[in-house]
């Protein structure tokens, strides 16, 4: 079955500090793959994706992730962390057959 | 503003009422999603509608009962739901069914069934 695992449910930080938030899906021959964030009572936002070329995409908010089809991983990297990135972090991921697949999402929270 | 407008943002209501859930957008997109978000869970894929036509139905309950009158306009029309449906429900929309740009979320109606 079609599957996105994020492996880490809540993941506290200090302001500044780096970060990674992992995502793990099922293989299948070709996907496309996103990241969107939630902030508190509001929808889910688009912050990159993947759909071909480089593997490595970047945000214009300073984050970044790196497909690796080797490994079935889309993993989400800031260098340094801000109060304001504190959200829930979701992974999605869109198969061929036309089924977007979301993760349970992980919770960042950026500590001062 | 992102695009996609959910209104209302909060709905308390009993078993035995009967509402509405509506959601809108002016993106030019062809293709509209409801989403049911738990706490702890994946989001649920409920409906799809592509072209205004229903292309999915994930084994939703019959107390769910979609409409899309339109591309820009979706419903979710609610009756005698259970306490467990207390969720919040996100309207998405892409720009083709293929969703290769990715969805566009509204802010939800977060729903309390007393």
């Known amino acids: 079955a079609q599957s996105v695992t994020q492996l880490d449910s809540q993941v506290p930080v200090f302001e500044e500090a780096p970060v990674e938030l992992r995502c793990n899906y099922s293989s299948s021959v070709s996907v496309y793959l996103f990241w969107y964030v939630q902030y508190p009572n509001q929808g889910l936002q688009l912050l990159l994706k993947?759909?071909?070329?480089?593997?490595l995409v970047k945000s214009i908010n300073g984050f970044e992730a790196e497909f690796n089809k080797s490994q079935t991983s889309f993993h989400l990297r800031k260098p340094s962390v801000h109060i304001s990135d504190t959200a829930e972090y979701f992974c999605a991921v869109k198969y061929n057959n036309n089924d977007m697949r979301f993760g349970a999402g992980t919770r960042l929270t950026v500590k001062p | 503003e992102t695009g996609v407008t959910q209104t209302p943002r909060h709905l308390v209501m009993g078993m035995t009422n009967k509402k509405s859930l509506k959601c809108e957008q002016h993106?030019?997109?062809?293709?509209m999603y409801w989403y049911k978000q738990s706490a702890k869970k994946p989001l649920e894929l409920m409906f799809v509608?592509?072209?205004?036509?229903?292309?999915e139905n994930n084994s939703v309950p019959s107390r769910f009962s979609p409409e899309c009158p339109n591309s820009s306009h979706l419903f979710l029309h609610l009756h005698t739901l259970q306490p467990e449906d207390s969720a919040l429900y996100l309207c998405?929309?892409?720009?083709?069914?293929?969703?290769?740009?990715?969805?566009?979320f509204g802010s939800g109606t977060r729903l309390t069934v007393v």
């Open positions: 509608y592509n072209f205004k036509e229903q292309t």
């Open positions: 998405a929309s892409s720009q083709a069914r293929t969703g290769m740009y990715g969805y566009t």
């Open positions: 993947y759909l071909s070329g480089s593997t």
């Open positions: 993106l030019g997109h062809n293709a």
